[in-house]
Nanobody, 126 residues
Framework: QVQLVESGGGSVQTGGSLRLSCAAY????????MGWFRQAPGKEREGVAA???????IYADSVKGRFTISKDNAKNTLYLQMNSLEPDDTAMYYC????????????????????WGQGTQVTVSS
């Protein structure tokens, strides 16, 4: 059974940093597409960043230059380093995984991912 467990969320002030982790259990994720999504209160869930099995990455325009997605295949762990955080980054953050091949244009679409974690809350205060 596939299980994704996020951690690392918390409360920070504007300009602060956090690193989210997503530990994967039940399967070796080296061949999986992985993504980070977020959902703010009253808003739809949106893609933040995604990483393909070959290590190629894509980012939402709103986080480019501030967030970095990475993974450690040996530890079966996905990361999201978040710098220069802003109040608009406040949301529940989810990691997601899927085995199906995807063109880059689809890698941050929620429907493309079958496995999801429970989320970790990030709150940025001004």
């Amino acid at each position: 059974q596939v299980q994704l467990v996020e951690s690392g969320g918390g409360s920070v002030q504007t300009g602060g940093s956090l690193r989210l982790s997503c530990a994967a259990y039940g399967y070796p994720f080296v061949y999986h597409y992985m993504g980070w999504f977020r959902q703010a209160p009253g808003k739809e869930r949106e893609g933040v960043a995604a990483i393909a099995p070959d290590g190629s990455t894509i980012y939402a325009d709103s986080v480019k230059g501030r967030f970095t997605i990475s993974k450690d295949n040996a530890k079966n762990t996905l990361y999201l380093q978040m710098n220069s955080l802003e109040p608009d980054d406040t949301a529940m953050y989810y990691c997601a995984a899927d085995t199906r091949s995807k063109l880059a244009v689809y890698r941050m679409k929620e429907i493309e991912y079958r496995y999801w974690g429970q989320g970790t809350q990030v709150t940025v205060s001004s």
